[in-house]
Nanobody, 124 residues
Framework: VQLQASGGGLVQAGGSLRLSCAAS????????MGWFRQAPGKEREFVATITSTGGTTVSTDSVKERFTISRDNAKNTVDLQMNSLKPEDTAVYYCAASARPATYRRFHWAYDYWGQGTQVTVSS
């Protein structure tokens, strides 16, 4: 699976951005999808994941009520709607695809394919 993330940018605190990840290659609907982020000097951090059918989503506590992950299997895309952004959300955001059981999808090692990342910068 080839993944291409887009939609990052510079936004003021309290603003919104919508990240999108376009997939090509293998059958997109066979994979659970996730978003991770990595801030400078920090480890890659789990943000959210969605099952192959889109029926279940899980997100990390720090983004609950603010970020929403969704997918469109007809368009081979997975999106991350980010609202009420905070300066601590500043990071490079990566989309990833996983064929492993959903139980493991909080962990970066569970993902087989990664996009190139898109920068999100939130100013205070």
């Amino acid at each position: 699976v080839q993944l291409q993330a887009s939609g990052g940018g510079l936004v003021q605190a309290g603003g919104s951005l919508r990240l999108s990840c376009a997939a090509s290659g293998r059958t997109f609907s066979n994979y659970g999808m996730g978003w991770f982020r990595q801030a400078p000097g920090k480890e890659r951090e789990f943000v959210a994941t969605i099952t192959s059918t889109g029926g279940t989503t899980v997100s990390t506590d720090s983004v609950k009520e603010r970020f929403t992950i969704s997918r469109d299997n007809a368009k081979n895309t997975v999106d991350l709607q980010m609202n009420s952004l905070k300066p601590e959300d500043t990071a490079v955001y990566y989309c990833a695809a996983s064929a492993r059981p959903a139980t493991y999808r909080r962990f970066h090692w569970a993902y087989d394919y990664w996009g190139q990342g898109t920068q999100v910068t939130v100013s205070s």
